[in-house]
């Protein structure tokens, strides 16, 4: 059974200087194992032509309540989550340290209504059935859309699922509004008549942030460490590669393996905004935030100490790559 080892905030810091020391070490044969979703890293890596200089499995999952629970399982090296379940993991005792962030500075997410129902101002969520996943980066998408709207989690009917059962709450009824992604917005919208929620401030709730978190015994072994620095690197090379080439990453990811039209991708494309690559440093601020807004909705409790959750040492080569 491969060893598993989640350590306590006051033992992790002992680990960080050797793993500084290992990312720089040379390594060409050691795989990782890193959790995907909606297959956007494999994507990325391929279309920009960094995947060949990796040796990766990339296993997708549907949001970070699944990848939490097989990083815990020791079946994931690191992974790339949305903005709430790193510290959700913090919440149920386990610190997984974020190695990287990236973020978007519109929102990912997209409060969408089901078929029937225009919501024109946030205000009127009151009172409505709403997704509700704990542990995912919905989670305080939805807490915060509230909060412009001077409401709580007390003031809606919250309706609990799962990520991948999300399209189909919406296309049935089951939920009033749910929190969805391209391209599941554009399809319904195209499919049965859900609409995005048509309050401008919605568009401004949050960025969207995502994260490469680890397991800290990971991070202790140097070949996986090095492994992890070569990673970073080439997503960073992917990521700054997209926002340069936006009509071919659109048509590789949207059209060919999405299978949306060319329409639809081109307005998915025009809403979102370029892809910025994140030192530790400049990363704590904004994950402060979502640690308080997720505090104050009573939603986790106790206020963490953002600068907890990261590790710097991979800054360097993602400086040096972006």
């Known amino acids: 059974m491969q ?41 990325l890596l391929e279309a920009s032509g960094e995947r060949d200089k990796l040796n990766l499995e990339l296993p997708n999952f549907a949001g970070g309540p699944a990848i939490y629970e097989a990083i815990r399982a020791g079946a994931l ?19 997984l340290p974020i190695i990287a962030s990236f973020t978007r500075e519109r929102a ?40 412009r709207a001077g409401l709580s989690l007390s003031d809606v009917d919250l309706v609990r699922l799962r990520v991948a059962d999300l399209p189909d709450a919406i296309r049935s009824g089951a939920v009033d509004v749910a929190v969805l992604q ?3 917005v554009t399809r319904l919208t195209k499919q049965v008549g859900a609409s995005p929620v048509l309050d401008p401030e919605e568009r401004h709730i949050l960025p969207s942030t995502s994260y490469f978190y680890a397991r800290p015994d990971v ?8 492994a992890i620095g070569q990673f970073l690197a080439a997503f960073t090379r992917a990521a700054i590669w997209s926002n340069a080439h936006q009509a071919e990453w659109g048509q590789d990811y949207y059209v060919k393996f999405q299978r949306i039209s060319q329409d639809d991708t081109k307005a998915i494309l025009a809403s979102q905004s370029p892809y910025v690559l994140q030192t530790s440093t400049e990363a704590i601020a904004h994950h402060q935030k979502l640690i308080d807004i997720l505090y104050q909705a009573g939603a986790i409790k106790e206020r963490f100490d953002a600068r907890q959750s990261f590790v710097d040492t991979y800054d360097k080569i993602i400086t040096a790559s972006r």
Not at 129 to 143: N, P
């Open 77 to 95: 090296d690191i992974a790339y989550v949305g903005d709430t379940p790193p510290i959700q993991a913090r919440a149920a005792g386990t610190l």
């Open 108 to 147: 990912q997410y997209i409060l969408t209504s089901r078929p029937g129902l225009v919501i024109n101002k946030l205000a009127e969520l009151k009172g409505k059935k709403l997704s509700y996943i704990e542990g995912s980066g919905r989670q305080v998408y939805l807490i915060e859309a509230l909060n």
């Open 182 to 184: 391209e391209p599941h």
């Open 3 to 43: 060893r598993r080892t989640f350590l306590s905030l006051p033992i992790l810091g002992l680990a960080y200087g050797v793993t500084l020391r290992a990312a720089n070490a040379e390594t060409s044969s050691t795989k990782l194992v890193i959790a995907d979703q909606s297959e956007l890293v494999r994507n």
């Open 219 to 226: 991070l202790a072994d140097p070949a996986k460490a090095a």
